[in-house]
C-alpha cells in the first residue's frame, strides 16, 4: 500500500495527506475504520491524477484543480465498478483532504465543494426474521466442530443480535468488560468515539460464559474476548465465513449476513413497539434520520402480510 503511494505523489502532497489523516485520527477522533477508508479512497484519486496530469502530483497540481477534474476522477472509479454510496464516500475523503489543505492556505477547495456527490439509490435494510434470527444465534446451530469455537460463534452472534452491536464493535471487547456480570449493560465506543450502553440479554450472558468456560486461551481482562483458531484477535472474516456456511444449511437468503443481525435488532423493537428514540441511542446513531430507515421495513413488512392475509387484497 505505502510503496503504491509512494509512485503517486510528489513528497510535498506526501507530507501534506500523511499530516491530514494523523489530524482525523487524533485532533478529530474518527474511528480507525473510517481513516482507514479515506487513506484509500484518496490514494486512488491521487493514483488518478498520476495519470490524468501526466505525472506524479504535487500541491501545484492539487491548487489547479476544476470540477470536472473530480467529475472525471468519479467517471473512473465507476468505470471500474464503484456504486454510488462508495462514490459518496470517496468525494467525502477528497473534500476533507482539499479542505484541509485550503485551511493551511496550499489550495483552493471550491472545486470539490461545488461537486455533488451522486445519488445513492434508496435501500432498505434485510432483516431476517424472528425465527431465522433465533436460530442463527443458537449453539446448535453452529457448523464448528470444536466445541470451543462453536460457542464462541454463538455468542458473537447472539451479541450482534441481543445487542444491536457492529461486528468489529463485539470483536473489540475484552475479557474485562465481562468480568462482573452483575451488570445489566455493556459500555460500547462506537464510530467517531462515539460512547452508548446496551443492554447485555441473559441469554447473551450465557452463551459468553459458556464460550469462556470451554476456550483453550488465557483471556486476560485486557486482551480481546474472542479468539481465533490459533489465539490472537478473531477477525470479522471468520464469523462473516461462518455465516455464509449457515445460509446454506439453515437455508437462509443471501442478505443475511452478520451486519443483518443489527438490522434485526432495530427491527423487530420497533415491530414490538419499541421507542425509536431509544432504539436510535442503542444503535449508537448520530442521527434520528438514520434509525428511521427501519420504520419503512416494518411498514413494508405489515403491507406484505396484509397482502397475504387479507381476504379482499
Not at 131 to 148: F, G, I
Request: with cysteine; charged share 20%; net charge positive.
Amino acid at each position: 500500500m505505502q510503496q503504491e503511494f509512494l509512485i503517486a505523489a510528489r513528497p510535498d502532497l506526501q507530507k501534506a495527506r500523511a499530516e491530514w489523516l494523523a489530524a482525523l485520527g487524533g485532533e478529530r477522533r474518527l474511528s480507525a475504520l473510517t481513516v482507514e477508508a479515506y487513506e484509500r479512497d484518496t490514494r486512488q484519486f491521487l493514483q488518478f491524477l498520476t495519470g490524468h496530469c501526466g505525472g506524479a502530483p504535487g500541491l501545484a497540481d492539487v491548487a489547479e484543480l476544476r470540477p470536472a477534474d473530480l467529475r472525471a476522477f468519479l467517471a473512473a472509479r465507476r468505470a471500474g465498478g464503484a456504486g454510488a454510496r462508495t462514490l459518496g464516500r470517496g468525494l467525502a475523503g477528497v473534500r476533507s483532504f482539499l479542505r484541509f489543505l485550503e485551511r493551511r492556505g496550499l489550495v483552493n477547495a471550491a472545486a470539490a465543494s461545488a461537486l455533488k456527490a451522486p445519488r445513492v439509490p434508496r435501500s432498505l435494510p434485510k432483516p431476517l426474521t424472528a425465527a431465522d434470527a433465533r436460530k442463527v444465534v443458537s449453539a446448535p446451530a453452529q457448523l464448528a466442530e470444536e466445541p470451543w469455537i462453536a460457542a464462541r460463534n454463538a455468542a458473537v452472534l447472539t451479541l450482534l443480535y441481543g445487542s444491536g452491536l457492529r461486528i468489529a464493535e463485539a470483536l473489540a471487547l475484552t475479557s474485562g468488560d465481562f468480568a462482573a456480570r452483575q451488570q445489566p449493560a455493556l459500555r460500547i465506543s462506537g464510530k467517531g468515539g462515539k460512547t452508548r450502553l446496551v443492554p447485555v440479554l441473559p441469554v447473551a450472558g450465557q452463551a459468553i460464559a459458556e464460550y469462556r468456560r470451554l476456550c483453550p486461551y488465557h483471556l486476560a481482562a485486557d486482551a480481546p474476548l474472542f479468539r481465533g483458531a490459533r489465539g490472537g484477535a478473531l477477525q470479522p472474516a471468520i464469523i462473516q465465513r461462518e455465516m455464509k456456511r449457515m445460509r446454506s444449511a439453515l437455508n437462509l437468503p443471501e442478505t443475511a449476513t452478520p451486519h443483518a443481525l443489527r438490522h434485526s435488532f432495530a427491527t423487530h423493537l420497533l415491530a414490538r413497539g419499541g421507542d425509536l428514540r431509544a432504539i436510535q441511542e442503542l444503535l449508537g446513531h448520530a442521527s434520528l434520520s438514520t434509525t428511521q430507515v427501519y420504520t419503512a421495513v416494518d411498514t413494508a413488512r405489515l403491507m406484505e402480510i396484509y397482502d397475504a392475509a387479507h381476504p379482499r387484497a
